[in-house]
């Protein structure tokens, strides 16, 4: 087989988290992973590098500031108040708040980026990230088991330099995340093979096909249980033929999620080691710059054998190496056989019923046929840096220590935030009830107009079992997306003018009072700044000497 350039993202702190006893996540699986690379003597093989951590800036590249900024600051003594009571951004028990959640996100996202970016600059024919996979997580919250998408993520720096980007999903769960992400364009064509019916995440029928300019560029495979490697593969390899043809795409992204192997803890397919390869072997051989990603997998032991495997499959060394394990620092757990091998199950393949399988595939090589030829984009040169890197304008805390007009001026825009939360809170408590006077823009006129839900349809990846996400109000903390057909109970009728912080004054504690009035002799009246009197003081109060020092100490208690 021909030689590839391989190169292997791997950060030995992702085996140090957990999500805690009783989860079956376990990113030891990735520590236990490299253990057997080494043992096989893989990574002299490979250009084998830790990934600089994903920054939370990269991570808004798709997810919310909200979202981002609220994992860098949850822990589990935190959690309830920061989800209101489970209500928003963690819902349900799937992914709970545990120590370095974080950090652990910073280095999945981190690695399939870094991988990302050497594929597209030509350094590496093959990237790998075990790390990463996590297909599940949505735009402002986490899902099963997945925080950060790092595999939108990877994509989004691939666009930046390709056309058209191919993602193939093999885990036995739907692909939702990455599929809802790129739903609507025609440059990623998303594919994914999984386990559909009473099982989560509940999406991912032949109907689902994309919307607008993204019609038919994503395609679905829905499978039953017990799925055989030969039937696997009479379904993967013609459709992924097609879409070759079809697609023609610059770039092919893998989530090679373990958990469609036979014997897993949540998984109900029946490959073997080899079936599961088999994939990677068969996009290995298209010469098209591939991305290997983790994902799903409970089976610990059976995971980090199907992963080495998969590691020698894009080495072209699979033939080649010795399937009895050799010594290494997790043998005992590989008991009793000591082997690298998922061997199936006797479980009936549920797909060869009725002829399931065959309408299954001439359904979705019949959708592609009605595609257009490949879609066009034009490119132009990426910059390699960022503007305010080109014109050497970083964060201000990197350009000098805030002198101390910065610091009160801080200071009094903060303080005129919290006037205005504290106003809007006033206002929602004493005057429930909008006047009928709204002039808003066309879009949310009729967003408005929109008869409201009961509530978001959840599926649990633990328990399988649904739950109502229940519909928030416009103000309140929880689940509120206007594009996702949840409106406001008390939406204001179309044609009334919206209003903001009316109601009553609210009433100050009189430190609060004192420093009103302080600063209304300083030029700050209402919130407002008199610049005339503010520049005829200097930037400061009138009286620095007998009042700053009080002022002070009410900033120091807003504060807190």
Not at 178 to 205: D, I, L, Q
């Amino acid at each position: 087989m021909s030689k590839r350039r391989v190169t292997y993202y791997y950060d030995p702190d992702v085996g140090a988290f957990t999500y805690g006893l009783s989860h079956p996540m376990k990113p030891q699986r990735m520590r236990i992973t490299h253990e057997l690379l080494t043992a096989y003597d893989m990574l002299p093989k490979m250009h084998v590098l830790r990934a600089k951590r994903a920054s939370a800036e990269t991570m808004t590249r798709f997810h919310t500031d909200e979202y981002v900024n609220f994992l860098s600051k949850v822990t589990p003594e935190n959690a309830q108040q920061l989800t209101y009571q489970g209500t928003r951004f963690l819902v349900g028990e799937d992914n709970p708040a545990f120590d370095g959640v974080f950090e652990f996100c910073t280095i999945s996202a981190g690695g399939s980026v870094a991988a990302a970016q050497r594929l597209m600059s030509g350094q590496t024919d093959i990237a790998i990230n075990w790390a990463g996979g996590l297909h599940h997580a949505k735009k402002r919250e986490a899902s099963g088991f997945c925080y950060i998408n790092d595999i939108v993520l990877a994509i989004l720096e691939m666009l930046r330099t390709v056309p058209r980007v191919l993602y193939i999903d093999i885990d036995c769960h739907h692909g939702d995340g990455v599929e809802e992400a790129f739903y609507t364009t025609n440059r990623v064509m998303t594919c994914s093979f999984h386990k559909f019916g009473e099982y989560f995440p509940g999406t991912g029928t032949l109907e689902d096909r994309g919307r607008g300019k993204g019609r038919g560029y994503a395609l679905n495979v829905p499978l039953k249980d017990g799925i055989t490697d030969e039937a696997y593969r009479s379904v993967f390899q013609p459709v992924i033929d097609k879409i070759l043809e079809v697609f023609q795409p610059s770039a092919i992204v893998l989530q090679c999620g373990a958990d469609s192997l036979s014997g897993d803890k949540l998984g109900c397919l029946n490959l073997t080691m080899q079936g599961h390869a088999s994939c990677v072997q068969y996009i290995r051989k298209k010469n098209i710059p591939l991305l290997l990603l983790g994902g799903g997998g409970y089976t610990v032991k059976n995971v980090a054998r199907t992963w080495t495997y998969e590691t020698a499959c894009a080495l072209g060394i699979e033939d080649d190496i010795d399937l009895n394990l050799p010594w290494n620092e997790y043998f005992e757990w590989f008991g009793p056989r000591y082997r690298l091998e998922v061997p199936e199950s006797n479980m009936e393949d549920m797909n060869l019923r009725d002829g399931c399988l065959d309408r299954i595939r001439e359904t979705a090589l019949r959708y592609l046929s009605e595609l257009r030829p490949a879609p066009s984009v034009g490119l132009q040169d990426v910059p390699r840096e960022s503007v305010g890197e080109h014109l050497g304008i970083g964060d201000a805390y990197e350009q000098g220590p805030l002198d101390e007009l910065d610091e009160t001026l801080a200071q009094h825009a903060k303080f005129v935030y919290n006037l205005q939360e504290n106003a809007a809170q006033s206002e929602s408590e004493s005057d429930p009830e909008p006047e009928p006077e709204y002039d808003s823009d066309a879009s949310l006129a009729r967003a408005a107009s929109r008869a409201p839900r009961r509530g978001k349809k959840r599926m649990s990846l633990l328990t399988g079992e649904c739950f109502d996400v229940p519909r928030l109000e416009e103000g309140g903390h929880g689940y509120y997306d206007l594009g996702c057909g949840h409106a406001p109970a008390d939406t204001p009728a179309p044609g009334a003018r919206r209003r903001f912080f009316q109601g009553p004054p609210a009433r100050w504690e009189s430190a609060i009072d004192r420093a009103l009035a302080e600063r209304e002799r300083a030029g700050y009246r209402n919130g407002r700044v008199d610049v005339g009197t503010v520049m005829m003081n200097g930037g400061m109060e009138r009286d620095r000497s007998t009042d700053y020092g009080e002022e002070m100490d009410v900033d120091t208690e807003e504060d807190g």
